[in-house]
């Protein structure tokens, strides 16, 4: 049984929907896109997509504040979810630097949390 | 136990417990909110009416006359601003100058004084823009303007000063007779009491009714306002009305004594006493009226909207007497317009009932007219705001930018007699969050404050009371409570950023 | 009384990038006066990526692309007034500020860049019936309360107007395990990025409701729902199709506008579409010397345009110090057919920094294919075919010194939809 996914390219401002037809995590058929850097995004979205999770984890600082963090690389979008459940419980103590790890291979993706910001 | 109670913190209320605080005797104010001035008196037209409206020989008359004698002193000992800037009941149609000598002669009656006719060019030259068509005005010298709310906080600062005790979130709900004295039940206490004042505004019908106290019924009447930003408070400087009704001064244009503008109220009965709801019917029903007095008004200056609503009773005047079934009850109900303009003149008369009631009434040796210095930053000139920053470094913190409060004058505000213990209650005392950015800078640094002073966690902070929180959670409090799966999986939605979806553009 | 050459107001993104390029132009006493007590201004509560990829050719943070800034001040001589309210400025470039350490401070600057940033539209511009219960934010004031404080404003939101901030938003709140309900957006084309639209909301499932809107708000204490209704070509509610959905939170995200309130004290001129001052080529207003950038300007899209265009207004802080002629406007700059406005609104050919100068301009409405003619009393300049134009993505186009040396009069910018009908 296949199975019709569309996806909404957004390399360029032409925004295309691409319509892409699976099969047992097959891709069968693609239509709609206009160009080979859609073609190659649609497959991403539908294989394995991924997204840079960006959010916050607690500063053991004095004011009421949070440290904004990102994962280095893009994630598994199927594993945000874990992420952010891992980073509930990280606190880090200042000062911090940007760039620096907050937590590594979050949800087991190999990928680092890093800081966004200094925080002295 | 307590001389006297008084039910309800508004404007009326905490006029008598002003005046009450002038004698030697235990009084208390029970309110039902968590601050004062939280019902009709935080939400009304703020005019301090000549008092040529009221028909002669009604309490409404005779207080409202009295009441604008009155007002001007008691802002100036309390630091209240009050802008005597006229009014201006203008005929828009040739019709109407009739009405305008109707009142004319009810004023004069009534003993306001100055009241005069002025034709198209006096007018024009007194409000260059109100509706090139207006025909002619009622000039009232003697109205004025003021902050309903900063008025009232003052009162109840400057009684509690004086001594009166003030329970909040206390709403009346059982009055009790027992050996000549009352007691009253709160969801906190029984507070035993000699006299009872029922000011409580919408609701003094059922505290009557709850004593046992003569019948009568206030229904609620809605009015809805519009408020504009201050760069369109040139358009008027008077308080404009139009021709009046039967049951209503009608839809006003009006400055405030803070530089904006407003327009409204309408008038419509309603049932439910809370329904302070504003309905898309209302805004375009003042929107109308205001522009029928003045063109120019542009629908862009809108700030914000609210609503607020009279305590219209069943006798259609006020009800100020003590009542003859219960001793020692005193209504003063069905206080509407001109109930804010009469709230000295009927704190007056309520002694004076107290007294014919057998209260002894001594007058206190060390009774304070006046309340805590009141900060106002932004009207200071550079000199003052030096000396200040240099004495409290708090002053040089600029919390709300629109209407530049300090954060020395919010901690003031929450650290003063009765002060402040929600946003709206920053709100009201030091106006953060009143301008045009309506608290989207400010509040969050405000909540930061709230919460340090009162030494509450900032989830705690309301707007408004309990019920009102302004945070739902902390830190990351909703994770893991439920499956994030079914949000993660891309789903079909209904449309695109782009018109018709790009997929059309093949 | 303080006396400096260049006093830069706000120390976000413009105001960051506008004092470093005035410093490599050599102006050596800049100062940044900035109300909060850190620099970088919103960007620290944008703490998405998708910054800097114009700038920088790589997708940054808000706080990183802050950081970037922030890190090159070291050694630059620029002076940073932290915690400092600019309460008043005059037209002969005066400044009152207001700080805890100083108190009232009087700063005469030679020169003044305007980098206020913007604020955004409240429900009172909006008018939405209803209750004025707790629970109704700005997406930026909600972003706040997240991202800096650590706290969750709601749990069950709605959010009107498809503006970024609300989009990103949405997706902010789901991730933290609140739940978005829908957005709503009154116009029948969203009004963010078509990336947001994606990334945020059909990633996590949140539908996009357009031509919709919140007729009402309910909740004495706490919002407790909202009624929504689709609109009519008009935009007008049809009252037909309302529905309740219950709700603790309404957030607002339905546009921002120039921070101005400073500017208007100097007398500048202003543009009704912009709600901002109008410029010249060097980003200078009316009045000489002042000069403005950034979203105090004109609302902006893109981080990255911001900082090209605080640069230019750098640069031309620094040439007004130098050569101390001002308020130059040869040649204005006219917003034609289906153009919301451009930028800058006058232009000289003399006078200009570069071999080329930048316009900025927005479209009155979605478009995909159009013609944007520049033309001038002597004929079309130059035609340039535009494809994919929304009102909420800039355009920005490059005009060559000999481009614009060929126009008389003015230059007017005009955009035409090109065979609307055919698709």
Known sequence: MSDKRNVTCIICPVGCRIEVEIENGNILNLSGYRCRRGLQYAKDEVTSPKRILTTTVRLKAEAAHVLPVRTRAPIPKSKLKEAMQELKNVSVAAPVNMGDIVLKDVAGTGVDVIASRNWS | ??????????????????????????????????????????????????????????????????????????????????????????????????????????????????????????????????????????????????????????????????????????????????????????????????????????????????????????????????????????????????????????????????????????????????????????????????????????????????????????????????????????????????????????AETVVEILKEEGMDLREKQNFVPTRPRKYRFREMDNLTRQKLIEE???????????????????????????????????????????????????SSRVLSILARELKIDPRQVTKCGPGSEILKGGYKEFIAEKDMDEYLNTVEVESLSWKGGAADAL | MLYKDLVIIGGGPAGLAAALEAAEQGVKDVMIVERDSGLGGILQQCIHNGFGLHVFKEELTGPEYAQRFIDRLENTGIEVLLDTMVIEITQDKRIFAVNSKKGVLEIQAKAVILAMGCRERTRGALNIPGFRPAGIFTAGTAQRYVNIEGYMPGKEIVILGSGDIGLIMARRFTLEGARVKCVLEIMPYSNGLTRNVVQCLEDYGIPLR?????????????????????????????????????????????????????????????????????????????????????????????????????????????????????????????????????LPHAVGVEKMLDEKQNFFMRSTRPMKKAKLAIESENGTIKTKMLSYVKPSEMINIELGKSEISKAAGHLKFILQEEGASDE
């Open chain 2, 392 to 442: 409290n470094p708090a002053f040089g913190h600029v919390i709300c930018r629109c209407e530049t409060v300090t954060e020395a004058e919010i901690v003031d505000a929450i650290r003063r007699p009765l002060g402040a213990k929600s946003l709206d209650g920053i709100k009201r005392r030091t106006r953060a969050g009143m301008g045009r950015c309506q608290g989207g800078f400010c």
């Open chain 3, 210 to 342: 357009l031509s919709h809107t919140v007729i009402e708000i309910h909740g004495k204490k706490r919002v407790e729902g909202v009624t929504v209704a689709k609109v009519d070509e008009n935009l007008k509610p049809i009252l037909s199709t309302a529905e309740f959905i219950p709700c603790d939170t309404l957030l607002l995200s339905v546009g921002l506008i120039p921070e101005n309130e400073l500017t208007k004290m100097t007398g500048a001129d202003f543009d009704a579409n912009t709600q901002g001052p109008m410029v010249n080529q060097w980003m200078e207003t009316s009045c000489e010397g002042i000069f403005a950038c950034g979203n105090v300007l004109h609302v902006h899209d893109l981080v990255d345009f911001v900082t090209m265009e605080a640069k230019l207004a750098a640069r031309g802080a620094a040439r007004y110090l130098k050569e101390k002629d001002g308020a130059y406007r040869q040649m204005s700059v006219i917003a034609g057919e289906g153009l919301r406005y451009v």
């Open chain 2, 1 to 346: 136990m307590y001389d006297a109670a008084i039910i309800g913190g508004g404007v009326t209320g905490c006029m008598i417990a002003r005046e009450l605080s002038r004698y030697d005797i235990k009084v208390i104010l029970l309110e039902k909110e968590e601050d004062v001035a939280c019902g009709t008196s935080k939400a009304n037209s703020a005019v301090i009416h000549a008092g040529f409206d009221a028909k002669p020989g009604t309490w409404k008359a005779k207080m409202n006359v009295r009441g604008n004698v009155l007002f001007p002193g008691i802002c100036e000992e309390l630091d209240v601003p009050y802008i005597n800037n006229g009014s201006l009941v203008v005929a828009v149609e040739e019709g109407e100058i009739k009405i305008l000598e109707k009142l004319l002669n009810q004023g004069r009656v009534n003993g306001v004084p100055g009241l005069e006719i002025i034709g198209h060019d006096e007018l024009m030259k007194m409000e260059p823009h109100l509706n090139p068509m207006s025909k002619a005005a009622l000039y009232a010298p003697t109205a004025g303007i003021v902050c309903p709310y900063e008025f009232t906080i003052a009162l109840a600062e400057n009684a509690a000063i004086n001594g009166v005790e003030f329970r909040f979130n206390s709403p009346v709900i059982k009055i009790v007779v027992e050996d000549g004295a009352f007691i009253v039940n709160t969801p906190y206490e029984f507070v035993k009491a000699r006299y009872i004042i029922n000011a409580a505004g919408l609701f003094s019908d059922e505290i009557s009714k709850m004593a046992g106290a003569e019948e009568y019924t206030v229904t609620p009447r809605k009015g809805e306002y519009l408020i504009f930003d201050k760069k369109f408070g040139y358009l008027i400087k008077k308080v404009i009305f139009p021709t009046p009704s039967e049951i209503s001064k009608g839809i006003l244009v009006c400055p405030t004594v803070d530089g904006n503008i407003f327009i409204g109220p309408n008038s419509n009965d309603i049932k439910d006493k809370t329904d302070v709801s504003v309905t898309r019917e209302g805004i375009e029903e003042i929107i109308e009226g205001g522009r029928k007095l003045v063109p120019e008004l542009p629908l862009s200056g809108v700030i914000t909207s609210f609503a607020g609503l009279r305590a219209v009773s069943n006798t259609n005047d006020f009800i100020i007497e003590a009542s003859r079934k219960v001793k020692g009850f005193v209504n003063v109900g069905g206080i509407q317009s001109p109930g804010f303009t009469s709230a000295p003149a009927i």
